[in-house]
């Protein structure tokens, strides 16, 4: 049973375009939702997150949003870089759940030149 | 990763053989926590630790045990490697659970069991 999913394994980007990856989810009691990036060979790096008290989150280029009745979350980078080139994945977590991660399967960027 | 080391990078093992994935942190948070990789599969997560000396099972846990005999270093065990257990294992840590708390992740262990 996948309570976090990403449909999309992989989305072909434009250098200066928008990339949308998106993210649905099952579970209600997930409250936090966060996103991470992963290199070839390196461990996962945290990105950006949204707490389920927000509809928004914004940090630079990178801005994530949350539509809790849908139960679904996307992430805008704008714009897009070739460094942005990576797999991000999606992950959620309950409250007083000692930040136990449930991950989506991944989606893998690539941004074209 | 900045404060999360793992050892080893890479390992093969034969089917039944036991080995121990080693874990460390530098930044004295109180939460780490096991995952593995596999293709199509995401992250999950195999065991954690909310603290010193207190571990609990995650979604994945068979064919594994953990150590956290102190706050720094947290250990994944296998005591009879199995071919379905050929994956990248990662470690990482977090602090307790609050606004802002994301978790750290190592580089990872790849190991294959053959």
């Known amino acids: 049973d996948q309570q976090v999913k990403q449909n999309s394994p992989s989305l072909s980007v434009q250098e200066g375009r928008i990339s949308i990856l998106n993210c649905d989810y099952t579970?209600?009691?997930?409250?936090?939702f966060l996103w991470y990036k992963k290199y070839p060979a390196e461990g996962p790096t945290f990105l950006i997150s949204i707490s389920s008290i927000k509809d928004k989150n914004e940090d630079g280029r990178f801005t994530v949003f949350l539509n809790k009745s849908a139960k679904h979350l996307s992430l805008h980078i704008v714009p897009s870089q070739p460094g942005d080139s990576a797999v991000y994945f999606c992950?959620?977590?309950?409250?007083?759940?000692?930040?136990?991660?449930?991950f989506g399967t991944g989606t893998r960027l690539q941004v074209t030149l | 990763n900045a404060g999360v080391t793992q050892t080893p990078k890479f390992q093969v093992l034969k089917t039944g053989q036991s080995m121990t994935l080693q874990c460390a942190q530098d930044m004295n948070h109180n939460s780490m926590y096991w995952y593995r990789q596999d293709p199509g599969m995401g992250l999950r997560l195999i065991y954690y630790?909310?603290?010193?000396?207190?571990?609990d099972k995650g979604e994945v846990p068979n064919g594994y045990n953990v150590s956290r005999l102190n706050k720094r270093e947290f250990s994944l065990r296998l005591e009879s490697a199995a071919p379905s257990q050929t994956s990248v294992y990662f470690c990482a840590m977090s602090r307790d659970r609050g606004p802002g708390t994301e978790a750290f992740f190592g580089q990872g262990t790849r190991l294959t069991v053959v």
């Open positions: 992950a959620a977590s309950a409250y007083g759940t000692a930040s136990k991660l449930t």
């Open positions: 630790s909310a603290s010193e000396g207190t571990t």
């Open positions: 579970n209600s009691m997930f409250d936090y």
